[in-house]
C-alpha cells in the first residue's frame, strides 16, 4: 500500500464547477499536511497547509479526518488557470523540524471553457 | 530575490557515463532533497541533508550520490548513468520550523535522458 494515495483522475470540468479531491494517508502518526500544485512540466508549488480544524483559502477549502486518516482539497468556482496536478503531501515525522515530505502521485484537473 | 536554481535544465547522456546535475540555493536554508519524477509515480525521495557534512539516503538512491560541503549546494551525482534513470530530478529545500515543517521550495527540475 502506498503511503498517500490519491484519486488519479483526470478530472475535467466546466469553468465555475466546484470539483473535490480525496487523499488517503497510511502512518497514523503524521504530522503534517499540504496540497501541492504543479503546472505541466514544472516544480511543484505549495497551495495550502492542512489544518486540523479545515481551513479555507479564497476559493480553496481543505479539511483533515486524523480517525479516517483522510485529507481533501475543496475548490469553488472552477477557473481555467485551476487547470494543474494537485499533490497530496505528508509529513510522516514528529512536528518541529521540515524533514521529509511523502508526496501523492497526484490528481490532474483539467478546466474547460 | 532568494531562489533555487538547477542546472542544466536538460541532458542528454549514454549509458554508463557519470553525470552530475547542480542544486543552488539562495535561501541559506539548512535542508535540502533531491526527488526523481516520474508517471506512476510521483515524487520519490533519492537523497536528503539536514546540513553541512550529512548525507542521507532516501527511498531510491541506488546509483547516486550526493554530498554537501557548503549550505548552498547539493550536487547529485550518477556514478554510471542507466536507462531507468531517465527521468525529471528536482532539488527542494527547506528550513526547520518551530511547531511544525516549513514549505519545500523547489528548484525547476532537470530533464535527464539517458540513452
Known amino acids: 500500500r502506498k503511503e498517500v494515495e490519491q484519486d488519479p483522475g483526470p478530472f475535467n470540468v466546466p469553468e465555475g464547477a466546484t470539483v473535490a479531491f480525496n487523499c488517503t494517508y497510511s502512518n497514523s502518526a503524521s504530522q503534517s499536511f499540504f496540497w501541492y500544485r504543479q503546472d505541466c512540466r514544472k516544480e511543484p508549488k505549495l497551495l495550502m497547509s492542512v489544518y486540523s480544524s479545515g481551513n479555507e483559502d479564497g476559493r480553496f477549502t481543505a479539511q483533515l479526518n486524523r480517525a479516517s486518516q483522510y485529507i481533501s482539497l475543496l475548490i469553488r468556482d472552477s477557473k481555467l488557470s485551476d487547470s494543474a496536478t494537485y499533490l497530496c503531501v505528508v509529513n510522516p515525522r514528529a512536528s518541529g523540524s521540515a524533514r521529509q515530505l511523502t508526496f501523492g502521485s497526484g490528481t490532474q484537473l483539467t478546466v474547460l471553457p | 530575490d532568494a531562489e533555487i536554481t538547477q542546472s542544466p535544465r536538460h541532458k542528454i547522456t549514454e549509458t554508463g557515463r557519470q553525470v552530475t546535475l547542480a542544486c543552488h540555493q539562495t535561501?541559506?536554508?539548512?535542508?535540502m532533497f533531491w526527488y526523481r519524477q516520474d508517471l506512476g509515480h510521483g515524487l520519490r525521495l533519492i537523497h536528503y541533508?539536514?546540513?553541512?557534512?550529512?548525507?542521507n539516503k532516501g527511498e531510491v538512491s541506488d546509483g547516486y550520490s550526493v554530498s554537501r560541503s557548503n549550505t548552498e549546494d547539493l550536487p547529485l551525482t550518477l556514478e554510471s548513468a542507466a536507462s531507468s534513470q531517465t527521468s525529471v530530478y528536482f532539488c527542494?529545500?527547506?528550513?526547520?520550523?518551530?511547531?511544525?515543517?516549513?514549505?519545500?521550495?523547489f528548484g525547476p527540475g532537470t530533464r535527464l535522458t539517458v540513452l
Open positions: 527542494a529545500s527547506s528550513e526547520d520550523g518551530q511547531g511544525g515543517p516549513d514549505t519545500q521550495y
Open positions: 535561501w541559506n536554508h539548512n535542508n
Open positions: 541533508s539536514y546540513g553541512v557534512q550529512d548525507t
